[in-house]
T-cell receptor, first 113, second 116 residues
Framework: EDKVVQSPLSLVVHEGDTVTLNCSYEVTNFRSLLWYKQEKKAPTFLFMLTSSGIEKKSGRLSSILDKKELFSILNITATQTGDSAIYLCAVVPYGGSQGNLIFGKGTKLSVKP | DGGITQSPKYLFRKEGQNVTLSCEQNLNHDAMYWYRQDPGQGLRLIYYSQIVNDFQKGDIAEGYSVSREKKESFPLTVTSAQKNPTAFYLC???????????????FGPGTRLTVT
């Protein structure tokens, strides 16, 4: 059965800390992995990863994929209270007839001032 | 088992027809959401409902309508006014919010709608 597992489920840090969020997966016909940040109402798209070893970066956020070990990490450096959110990882299976996103349950990050 | 279900998994319609996508949850969640996903893009919010008999437009509500008559059900109607209805539609639910942060959303398996 395809599955995506995120860890930890929740995390509390202080401003300025660096955090690493993990996402491991077991999916047949892997196509890509997505990271989302969910704040008040809806997840916002962060990164799409399709190739191993190529870091995607946006400001203080970065992410990398390891297709051999079947995982991805999301790093946030110099955290701010505005980074408090749930971070969702989702895997997209390859194949146009499928299209189901397989989501992890998310990591709830709380950044304390 | 508790969960969120969407039906059907695949749906085909002719242009000009309205179509309703089903979303049911037995998680006793207050909040429900509809998203759309297009190839290569992230989720985009269509509508959401935080309580029965109340719902709000999301980022791309034009051409869609919803109802929330029961806590466990949040059907989405794709109307003929939606210019590009072919997409993958995801429904989600959550317990709501705590301290400003949402509880995690549980997503249904999705419905792939193809309009020709």
């Amino acid at each position: 059965e395809d599955k995506v597992v995120q860890s930890p489920l929740s995390l509390v840090v202080h401003e300025g800390d660096t955090v690493t969020l993990n996402c491991s997966y077991e999916v047949t016909n892997f196509r890509s992995l997505l990271w989302y940040k969910q704040e008040k109402k809806a997840p916002t798209f962060l990164f799409m990863l399709t190739s191993s070893g190529i870091e995607k970066k946006s400001g203080r956020l970065s992410s990398i994929l390891d297709k051999k070990e079947l995982f991805s990490i999301l790093n946030i450096t110099a955290t701010q209270t505005g980074d408090s959110a749930i971070y969702l990882c989702a895997v997209v299976p390859y194949g146009g007839s499928q299209g189901n996103l397989i989501f992890g349950k998310g990591t709830k990050l709380s950044v304390k001032p | 088992d508790g969960g969120i279900t969407q039906s059907p998994k695949y749906l085909f319609r002719k242009e000009g027809q309205n179509v309703t996508l089903s979303c049911e949850q037995n998680l006793n969640h207050d909040a429900m959401y509809w998203y759309r996903q297009d190839p290569g893009q992230g989720l985009r919010l269509i509508y959401y409902s935080q309580i029965v008999n109340d719902f709000q437009k999301g980022d791309i509500a034009e051409g869609y309508s919803v109802s929330r008559e029961k806590k466990e059900s949040f059907p989405l109607t794709v109307t003929s006014a939606q210019k590009n209805p072919t997409a993958f539609y995801l429904c989600a639910s959550s317990s709501g919010t705590s301290g400003g942060l949402p509880y995690e959303q549980y997503f249904g398996p999705g419905t792939r709608l193809t309009v020709t």
